[in-house]
């Protein structure tokens, strides 16, 4: 003979399905939103970006997704300076090597892109070399720089905390 059930004991047993439920579904898609975002360079730090503290390494493939789109920009940079003898140094000539919007600072000499995030400034008057920033978050950003010691990649963690040279 079968025990007759209350409906507290049933209440319950639902309760616990709807629960386990939930827990797997939120399980399932935590585990799904981890695996289509592996290669975001802002994984791990989706809100506000990179974090002053992160400790970026040469070949950092982060900051290797990152860096890849400035590279079309560079090289257009350096076709520029072939044919000019120097870097672009008004917003004129730089218009048409980076794209979007350009604000133009006049008094720290610096070119403004894609809503306040990527910043491009002539080393000096005679345009002999640049430095294109990107934000990366709150403080942090990832520089290149060009003048007549090379050209180099540094993370710059913005808090005050030492620049870190990277290879990229």
């Known amino acids: 003979m079968i025990a007759p059930t209350n409906r507290r004991s049933t209440a ?7 629960l386990v439920t939930a827990i797997l579904l ?20 989706l809100v506000g970006g990179f974090p002053p503290s ?19 920009i560079i090289a ?11 870097y672009p140094s008004t917003a ?7 794209p979007g919007n350009v604000v133009e600072d006049e008094d720290n000499g610096l070119f403004i892109f ?14 002999s070399g640049y430095s294109i920033s ?14 007549v010691s090379g050209t180099h990649w540094t993370f710059l963690p913005g808090d005050g905390s030492p620049d870190v040279p990277v290879d990229l």
């Open 26 to 45: 939120a399980i399932g898609g935590g585990l799904y939103y981890w695996h289509i975002n592996q290669d975001n360079p802002y994984f791990g730090f």
């Open 114 to 127: 894609q809503g306040d995030s990527l910043y491009y400034r002539v080393s000096d008057k005679s345009a």
């Open 12 to 18: 319950f047993v639902w309760g616990l399905r709807i």
């Open 92 to 98: 004129s000539e730089i218009k048409p090597i980076i």
């Open 54 to 72: 992160y400790q970026p390494q040469s070949h950092d493939w982060r900051l290797e997704i990152i860096a890849r789109p400035l590279r079309p």
């Open 134 to 147: 990107i934000r990366l978050g709150w403080d942090p950003s990832l520089d290149y720089t060009r003048d």
């Open 76 to 86: 257009k940079l350096e076709d520029f300076r072939q044919k000019q003898g120097r």
